[in-house]
């Protein structure tokens, strides 16, 4: 995906108190990506490699809240060394 393809992925699906209401059940890939802060790739390859559970809606893929928030959680929390 270009930088330009990225920016305007990000400008329609802007973070907003809608997007992150607890009504919604589940995102696109691009929108998953956006509120991760990662690109659509990483999202697929999170999916390819079963870290982050998906569901098929005809040609859609799309990921469940719930499934996002286990995926982000369950991710290894940053160590810094000390020097």
């Not at 009504?23 to 079963?50: F, K, P, T």
């Not at 005809?58 to 719930?66: E, L, M, S």
Request: proline residues 5%.
């Amino acid at each position: 995906m270009s930088l330009s393809s990225h920016v305007e992925v990000q400008r329609r699906y802007e973070v907003t108190d809608q997007t992150l209401s607890p009504e919604r059940a589940a995102y696109s890939v691009a929108e998953a990506a956006v509120l991760a802060g990662v690109g659509r790739d990483q999202v697929y390859a999170a999916i390819r490699d079963g870290s982050l559970d998906a569901r098929k809606w005809g040609r859609r893929t799309i990921i469940p809240a719930a499934a996002l928030q286990r995926f982000l959680t369950n991710l290894p929390p940053l160590r810094l060394l000390r020097a």
